[in-house]
């Protein structure tokens, strides 16, 4: 999985973020822990959208399941700023 960095979104504004995997056998599904209150993601797409309520920094923690079985794991901070 693909580290996406860390991002940035702002309170109850529309917000995408792009999770992606490389390898591995299709078809891919994706999930992700730590999401703030008005995030989803996409386990077909692995996008992660919505508008986020809160603020403060919070650690996501993303992972890809191919259809093997094989899992791959990536973490990364999401910062939910009011302005």
């Known amino acids: ?3 996406p960095g860390p991002q940035t979104c702002k309170f ?3 917000c995408t973020i792009q999770l992606s995997a490389t390898g ?3 078809p891919v599904r994706y999930a ?5 209150w008005g995030l989803t993601v996409d386990a077909g797409s692995g996008r992660i959208s919505g508008k986020p309520w809160g603020s403060g920094t919070v650690r ?3 992972t890809a399941t191919d259809s093997t079985g094989t899992t791959v794991t990536a973490g990364f901070p999401l910062t939910v700023n009011w302005f």
Request: zero cysteines; charged letters at 10%; a neutral charge.
């Open 1 to 3: 999985m693909a580290d």
């Open 32 to 36: 992700a822990t730590g999401l703030p």
């Open 24 to 26: 591995g056998r299709p």
């Open 60 to 62: 996501i923690t993303a």
């Open 12 to 14: 109850n504004q529309s």
